[in-house]
């Protein structure tokens, strides 16, 4: 089956600076990448996603990226702010196995003042 | 608000009982995916239900079953309680099969606590 791999584990930026999040999946029939935010006690929330056929997505200060060749993928937050404090999960569908998702393990984010 | 709803939000149960959690799809999903989350670590796929019949199903033992009821509604039910079921369970749901067709929606879930 699919195996979705995420790092790091936990990363600390200032406010102000970018954060990157990286996720590598096994299965190269996954053709859907979502992001989930997940704040302490709350349910995940999308947001943002990224399709096999879009190599980059970028909804203002969040962007995507998706390498096929590699089968990797990267979440990319500028400007950050203490708000973005959260654990970030990443996924991977698999094709034929709609709603199915498999998640990475999580990257806590840690917006310091 | 995601309008998914589940219930309890909390509850203990001991070893080698039953539970039923129970979900309220938003309204016009047709497909529910039930999740389990525990501690520390991200959400795993138990099943898929789409239209009242299981249309997927992950790496879970035949102790956790569901039901999707024509209203949408749906339940997961876990026999034979383990201590490694304690985790927060997920309930999620979508318009149609296809997770391409939209995005999934989360439930606040239902935290198990099994002693």
């Known amino acids: 089956g699919e195996n979705v791999e995420q790092h790091p584990s936990t990363l600390s930026v200032q406010e102000g600076d970018s954060a990157v999040i990286k996720c590598t999946y096994s299965d190269s029939a996954s053709n859907y990448f979502p992001w989930y935010k997940q704040e302490l006690g709350k349910r995940p929330q999308l947001i943002i996603d990224i399709r096999s056929n879009v190599g980059e997505k970028k909804d203002q200060r969040i962007a995507v990226t998706l390498n096929k060749t590699a089968k990797h993928f990267s979440l990319h937050i500028t400007e950050t702010q203490p708000e973005d404090s959260a654990v970030y999960f990443c996924?991977?569908?698999?094709?034929?196995?709609?709603?199915?998702?498999?998640f990475g393990t999580g990257t806590r984010l840690q917006v310091t003042l | 608000e995601t309008g998914v709803t589940q219930s309890p939000t909390h509850l203990i149960k001991t070893r080698g009982q039953q539970v039923t959690l129970r979900c309220s799809s938003q309204?016009?999903?047709?497909?529910v995916s039930w999740y389990q989350q525990a501690l520390g670590q991200g959400p795993q796929f138990i099943f898929q239900?789409?239209?009242?019949?299981?249309?997927g199903r992950g790496n879970f033992p035949p102790r956790f079953s569901g039901l999707q009821f024509p209203n949408y509604s749906s339940e997961l039910n876990v026999n034979a309680l383990e201590l490694d079921d304690s985790a927060l369970y997920l309930c999620?749901?979508?318009?149609?099969?296809?997770?391409?067709?939209?995005?999934?929606?989360f439930g606040e879930g239902s935290r198990l606590t099994v002693l």
């Open positions: 309204s016009g999903h047709n497909t």
């Open positions: 239900y789409y239209r009242e019949e299981e249309n």
């Open positions: 996924a991977a569908s698999m094709s034929g196995t709609a709603s199915k998702l498999t």
């Open positions: 999620a749901s979508s318009l149609g099969l296809a997770v391409n067709t939209g995005e999934l929606f």
